[in-house]
């Protein structure tokens, strides 16, 4: 079983761009989480994402928003990109009622 | 604002010890409480969960979690230099399993 999956693995951006990751989940996940881990706070909670609605969300500014399709696959945008914003950005998915959330390997965003 | 607090690392522990890692949680409401490990340059992945009082055994692994002290801790009996990786806190926020509030992490070295 194919595991969870996000492109591109590495960007690298100029301030005041944006930027679109995808994540596509596991095959019957239909539950997607995205994550921010960064040096100074760690990970950090974006937003979720059930059956193309946003479901929780997490305290970040509005240039980040996301958004599921009905093949559950999801992306996210940051538009008017801050140096601030290099980090790790992972995604998770998850069956329905479970516990358990699989990460996805991570795009890389260098912001310069 | 949630905080899920971890004790400071890093941890160094010999070959067979046992690693005790702990964290404490600052919502009286969260119901759920994870153990995610993380190997350098890779992404989280799931050891243990827990939302009842008590211990909770997988195989060399060990959580237990306080609700009245708002505490949980992570035992890893007979460690390996194959376990030595960082290991993450996370509650489900609000209620819900796909909010995660993630702590900054202990990194453990085991020692051969």
């Known amino acids: 079983k194919a595991g969870v999956t996000q492109t591109p693995r590495y960007l690298i951006k100029t301030r005041g761009q944006q930027v679109t990751l995808s994540c596509s989940p596991i095959?019957?996940?239909?539950?997607v989480s995205w994550y921010q881990q960064t040096p100074g706070q760690g990970l950090q909670f974006l937003f979720e994402?059930?059956?193309?609605?946003?479901?929780n969300k997490g305290n970040f500014p509005g240039r980040f928003s996301g958004r599921q399709f009905s093949n559950s696959r999801s992306e996210m945008n940051v538009s008017t990109l801050e140096l601030g914003d290099s980090a790790l950005y992972l995604c998770?998915?998850?069956?329905?009622?479970?516990?358990?959330?699989?990460f996805g390997p991570g795009t890389r965003l260098t912001v310069t | 604002q949630k905080e899920v607090e971890q004790n400071s690392g890093p941890l160094s522990v010999p070959e067979g010890a046992i690693a005790s890692l702990n964290c404490t949680y600052s919502d009286r409401g969260s119901q759920s409480f994870f153990w995610y490990r993380q190997y350098s340059g890779k992404s989280p992945e799931l050891i243990m969960f827990?939302?009842?009082?008590g211990d909770k055994e997988d195989g060399r692994f060990t959580a237990q979690l306080n609700k009245a002290s708002q505490y949980v801790s992570l035992l890893i009996r007979d460690s390996q230099p194959s376990d030595s990786a960082t290991y993450l806190c996370?509650?489900?926020?609000?209620?819900?399993?796909?909010?995660?509030?993630f702590g900054k992490g202990t990194l453990l070295t085991v020692n051969p």
């Open positions: 095959s019957g996940h239909r539950s």
């Open positions: 996370a509650e489900g926020s609000g209620g819900s399993n796909y909010k995660l509030t």
């Open positions: 994402y059930f059956s193309e609605t946003q479901r």
């Open positions: 998770a998915s998850s069956l329905p009622d479970s516990y358990e959330q699989y």
């Open positions: 827990i939302y009842s009082n």
